[in-house]
């Protein structure tokens, strides 16, 4: 495998209209999940990439399996609980693309992983493994589970990266600061936003982000900032792209993920950074102007196209 990841995946239900969630009577099924939305992403660009995870044992839970299944991801390492109920999620969209989330995953089958479960052929197997904070959020079980994962990594020469994608309904501050930190000495690629490194060294001065970074060994730190695009310290120096203009915002749902992808796929190949960070920006900026959580998530000949590597006949 290129990339495997461990996560909860859950149906989310997207609005058909815009506004406060409370005036919407109309949804449209999905499924979304920040550590599957990655993989859809590198998926789509040609890795090869594996899930771990764990579904309810409902209609829910096989949809999941077969969408994920169809987008050519490896779901042997994915389980249907019995007596679990699929994790669910309802997005509220303002007119800006902006808006929130509203999550329904308790009890959540992932629980049911457990550290001495893990596969740890599989990961070894693997080039990177990747993980967010979002899993860890679910509950204190989860924890422990990436932690051990992450170790099993290192151990095997297997590069993890992490986006720590803080989800503040999910766990508090204190929670998330804590248990990220004890993840960051196993890091290899750190994939954060701008505020949440601020919220976890809780500084705005991007000097005393770095000097509180320098004590791990990370051999790739990103900063994503949206709409001003990205940057990455790299052996002491900062490295900037500019994101794309985007005509209109639809949804900024799943536009770090889609960054993400583009950055590992970068990373694999072996890309000067420069090319990395423009590819991965691109990616993100077509994610926000489609509906959905991993909709946008372009093919590979997508971004040649968009980057004008690629000829596309129209008609």
């Given at each position: 495998?290129?990339?495997i ?10 609005p ?9 009577n109309?949804?449209e ?5 920040a550590?599957?939305n990655v993989l859809?992403?590198c998926?789509?660009l ?27 991801i490896?779901?042997?390492e994915v389980i ?5 109920p699929?994790s ?12 929130k989330?509203?999550y329904?995953?308790h ?5 049911t ?5 893990l596969p ?5 197997s693997s080039k ?8 860890p959020?679910i509950?204190q079980?989860?924890r422990?589970?990436?932690l051990?994962?992450?170790?099993i990594?290192?151990e095997n ?10 989800r ?5 501050e204190?929670?998330?600061r ?32 770095i ?12 900063m ?5 695009g990205?940057?990455v ?5 900062w ?10 915002v ?14 590992l796929y ?6 000067p ?9 691109t990616?993100g ?18 971004v ?12």
């Amino acid at each position: 495998m290129d990339i495997i990841s461990i996560g909860d995946g859950l149906i989310t239900f997207d609005p058909v209209s815009k506004g406060p969630l409370r005036f919407v009577n109309q949804f449209e099924r999905k499924i979304g999940g920040a550590e599957l939305n990655v993989l859809i992403g590198c998926a789509r660009l040609g890795l090869k990439t594996g899930w771990i995870s764990r579904l309810g044992k409902d209609e829910f839970g096989r949809h999941i399996v077969n969408t994920v299944r169809g987008e050519g991801i490896d779901v042997g390492e994915v389980i249907l609980e019995e007596g679990y109920p699929t994790s669910l999620n309802f997005k509220e969209v303002q007119e800006s693309g902006t808006g929130k989330t509203f999550y329904y995953r308790h009890k959540s089958p992932t629980e049911t992983i457990t550290p001495d479960l893990l596969p740890v052929g599989y990961i070894k197997s693997s080039k990177i493994l990747h993980v967010t904070g979002v899993y860890p959020a679910i509950n204190q079980n989860n924890r422990n589970v990436i932690l051990k994962a992450i170790q099993i990594a290192k151990e095997n020469g297997v590069k993890v990266s992490f986006d720590p994608n803080i989800r503040l309904r999910l766990w508090t501050e204190e929670e998330a600061r804590e248990t990220i930190i004890s993840f960051l000495p196993y890091v290899d690629y750190l994939l954060a936003g701008k505020e949440e490194l601020e919220l976890i060294f809780q500084t705005t001065k991007t000097e005393e982000i770095i000097q509180e970074l320098s004590h791990y060994s990370c051999e790739k730190i990103v900063m994503k900032d949206g709409e001003n695009g990205a940057s990455v310290l790299l052996d002491g120096k900062w490295f900037h792209s500019k994101a794309p203009k985007v005509v209109k915002v639809v949804d900024t749902v799943g536009a770090g993920d889609g960054f993400d992808a583009g950055f590992l796929y970068g990373v694999l190949q072996n890309w000067p950074i420069e090319k990395t960070l423009e590819f991965a920006n691109t990616i993100g900026s077509m994610v926000v102007q489609v509906s959905g959580d991993n909709e946008g998530l372009p093919y590979l000949e997508e971004v040649q196209a968009k980057l004008g590597l690629l000829n596309v006949i129209e008609r």
